[in-house]
Structure formats: C-alpha cells, structure tokens
C-alpha cells in the first residue's frame, strides 16, 4: 500500500460539513490484493468456487480466478480511511446505495479509489449534523473501473460546533 495522492486540503485535522463543496474530488492510494490475500479473504466470507478454486473457475462465467466483491468493498473502504476522507473525523455512514460492480477484481490487481462530492447538507433534526453525499469509483491499475457506489456520510457541522451551550 502506498500513501494517498496529495490532498488539496490538510487532513490532519477533523473536517466539517462546511469543509466540503460539491465537485470536489478525494483521492487515495494504492493497496495491492496479494493472491493469497485474495484466497483467505474469499475461504473466510465468500467461499465460492471461481474464488477458491482456478480448474472451477476456467468453467466460471468468468473463465479465470477472480477476487471476492466484498473483498473489492472492503478494500475501498480501507483506502478512503487511509486518504482521510474527512480528515481526523471518523467516517460513519448513513446509507450506501447504487452499488454496481462492473468487472471483477482479480488477485494482484492494485486498486485505488476516488470519491467526488455530490452534495452536503444540514440535518433538519440534528444541527450539529449534516450529510455528505459522495460517489465513490474503484478502479485497477490499468484504470478500469470495478466498482461505483453513493454513500451518505453523516458528518459534523462546524457551525454548530463552534456554538456554546446555552
């Protein structure tokens, strides 16, 4: 795994709501799936053949060994941790939707991801909240893409923040 590209904004300190504007662009590093990462991660949460298996997988709908999905999702998440997505604020998420895989990670691929802000916005029932819609995009080495994804982060506003209890 190397560090993450160059952010545009320092991210060694929390980052608010306020921080973030729609288009801006959070790129992270790279993370190589070692085969054998590839085989213990499908043996311990998706034990199916075309992961486990390289004669069952050539008679796959995939004709070769190919990593789990999950494995592709986790490691995303993985990445935008050590990019510091919202710098020293810990991601939560609220939602995750419109998840497509559209094609396979397969063992020794190095992947890295992207994520783009589409929208931010306040919680009506919680100022001190808001919501950080992101497009998040899993690509290979070669730049193809494996995965998109919509998260709703939720993140913590500064202006609320910033306001002494009454």
């Known amino acids: 795994m190397t560090a993450p590209a160059s952010p545009a904004q320092d991210r060694s300190h929390p980052l608010y709501l306020e921080d973030f504007a729609v288009g ?3 790129r992270a590093g790279r993370f190589t799936i070692a085969p054998a990462l590839a085989h213990d991660f499908a043996a311990l949460y998706d034990p199916q053949p075309m992961h486990l298996d390289e004669t069952a997988a050539r008679a796959s709908l995939f004709g070769e060994l190919v ?8 490691v995303t998440m ?3 941790v050590d990019a510091r ?16 895989f ?23 029932s919680k100022p001190e909240l808001g919501f950080l819609d992101l497009r998040v995009r899993t690509f290979n080495q070669d730049g193809a893409e494996l995965l998109t994804q919509t998260w709703t982060l939720v993140v913590p506003s500064r202006s609320a923040a ?5």
């Open 102 to 124: 559209h094609r396979p990670m397969r063992p020794g691929d190095t992947l890295t991801a992207e994520a783009e802000v589409l929208a931010a916005r306040g919680s009506r």
């Open 24 to 26: 801006d662009r959070i």
């Open 162 to 166: 910033s306001t002494p209890p009454s």
């Open 67 to 74: 990593g789990s999905g999950w494995q592709t999702l986790a």
């Open 85 to 100: 997505l919202l710098g020293t604020t810990p991601i939560i998420g609220a939602e995750f939707r419109e998840l497509r």
């Open 78 to 80: 993985r990445l935008m």
